[in-house]
């Protein structure tokens, strides 16, 4: 049974802070590549971030400077902190688990985060 569970959505204001975590099970975690993902109402679903199992990481650009990606392999853990955000930052917001040599992908159920005044 694979499961992936996202937390800590909500609703905050611009220029706040977020930081939303997603407990993963049932994979070798370590063998993943993690990534957030988001889609906001009437626009397709983008890459947020990327972090492989070395911590090596990638950034959208309109996240760089602001959000930071981490993972703890011991919590099977991947973070989302997410700093000054902005109106456009608003979307719902999944995990991602990919496995480069098997090709294979899993998703947790979204949590929506909202930045409004």
């Known amino acids: 049974q694979v499961q992936l569970v996202e937390s800590g959505g909500g609703l905050v204001q611009p220029g706040g802070s977020l930081r939303l975590s997603c407990t993963t099970s049932?994979?070798?975690?370590?063998?993943?590549?993690m990534g957030w993902y988001r889609q906001a109402p009437g626009k397709q679903r983008e890459l947020v971030a990327t972090?492989?199992?070395?911590?090596?990481?990638n950034y959208a650009d309109s996240v760089k400077g602001r959000f930071t990606i981490s993972r703890d392999n011991a919590k099977n853990t991947v973070y989302l902190q997410m700093n000054s955000l902005k109106s456009e930052d608003t979307a719902g917001y999944s995990c991602?688990?990919?496995?480069?040599?098997?090709?294979?992908?899993?998703w947790g159920q979204g949590t929506q985060v909202t930045v409004s005044s």
């Open positions: 991602n688990a990919h496995h480069p040599v098997w090709r294979t992908n899993y």
């Open positions: 049932g994979i070798i975690f370590g063998a993943y590549v």
């Open positions: 972090i492989n199992s070395s911590g090596s990481t």
